[in-house]
Nanobody, 125 residues
Framework: EQLVASGGGLVQPGGTLRLSCAAS????????MGWYRQSPGKERELVAG????????????SSSDSVKGRFTISRDNAKNRVYLEMNSLKPEDTAVYYC???????????????WGQGTQVTVSS
């Protein structure tokens, strides 16, 4: 199994980035998918998820650093790709972002495979 994230970069606060993840080596359309991120000194956390069919989504919605309403996850099962559109970016969104196949849907989630290549997102003026 291989998961390769791309599309990261340096962006100013309030800016937009679109991340893309290319999946291979497994039946992509059969699995729920998610985007995780890890900031320096913090644990890796799930920020967005999408069901195998794309009919349901999840977004991190904690009071301190919610992405709900700013991030949009989508997938293209024909292309074996999952995307994360990130708008109104904040400095606290700075992290390495990873895509992952999920073990289960909410509330358990959980990762299915070893971590692949992430992509660095830096939000700074």
């Amino acid at each position: 199994e291989q998961l390769v994230a791309s599309g990261g970069g340096l962006v100013q606060p309030g800016g937009t980035l679109r991340l893309s993840c290319a999946a291979s080596g497994f039946t992509f359309s059969a699995y729920h998918m998610g985007w995780y991120r890890q900031s320096p000194g913090k644990e890796r956390e799930l920020v967005a998820g999408i069901t195998a069919t794309g009919d349901s989504t999840y977004y991190k919605d904690s009071s301190s650093d919610s992405v709900k309403g700013r991030f949009t996850i989508s997938r293209d099962n024909a292309k074996n790709r999952v995307y994360l559109e990130m708008n109104s970016l904040k400095p606290e969104d700075t992290a390495v972002y990873y895509c992952m196949a999920l073990l289960a849907w909410a509330p358990s989630f959980g990762r299915l495979f070893d971590w692949g290549q992430g992509t660095q997102v830096t939000v700074s003026s």
